[in-house]
């Protein structure tokens, strides 16, 4: 009997291991400490739904670590840094069908820009059997109204007179134009 409960106890551990599947949105990359990459990602299921990550004893559509010595590791983000990631990366809620949910750029309050929202749709499709996930800004004036799944940003840091980081000068948004694949960077600059 003992054999039986930890044997259905391993499938069903194995089967929410695969069940899940992590998802790059995109990284967030700065002049200051530039070695150091902030990965920015979610999670989805097997039919391509997002599911919350259960990480830190909370629960977020959204995930962070880093990306450290140029790619070979990997490292958790400390809860002071994640709680300010968390307001440059704000989670804006979820649809009923869990396809889709709202992230907010809050680096683009402090820059010139002709954006008409300043947050993305992170979506997911199933496409030819492979779950898909963008995230999609829709660009202003400047970027012909361009839809923008954003693979980057770069933020040039702006430093207070003790030389601690307390903004970007400018932010550099990098991907691929959602219609034609093509490449794309704007950018921001301080107002």
């Known amino acids: 009997m003992l054999h039986r409960v930890l044997f259905l106890g391993l499938i069903s551990f194995s089967i929410s291991s695969w ?3 992590e998802k790059k949105l995109f990284t967030m990359e700065k002049n ?14 097997m039919d391509c739904k997002f599911i919350e990550s259960k990480k ?5 559509f959204l995930e962070f670590y880093w990306i450290m010595d140029s790619g070979r590791s990997q490292k958790e983000v400390h809860p ?25 750029l809050g680096d683009l309050k402090e820059l010139r820009h002709d954006l008409t929202d300043t ?7 199933l496409s030819d059997g492979k779950c898909i996930v963008k995230s999609v800004l829709t660009l202003g004036a400047s970027g012909n109204y361009k839809k923008l799944d954003i693979e980057r ?27 034609n694949g093509e490449t794309i960077k704007m950018t921001f600059r301080k107002k």
């Open 19 to 21: 069940g899940q599947v």
């Open 80 to 104: 002071l840094i994640r709680d300010e990631i968390k307001k440059r990366v704000r989670f804006d809620g979820i649809n009923e069908r869990k396809d889709a949910f709202k992230v907010t």
């Open 56 to 60: 830190n004893n909370e629960k977020n």
């Open 153 to 179: 940003t770069y933020c040039e840091v702006s430093k207070n007179l003790l030389g601690i980081p307390n903004g970007c000068l400018s932010l550099i948004l990098e991907g691929k134009d959602v219609s």
């Open 32 to 45: 200051h400490n530039p070695e150091n990459i902030m990965m920015i990602h979610t999670q989805t299921d």
């Open 119 to 125: 947050s993305m749709e992170v979506m997911s499709e």
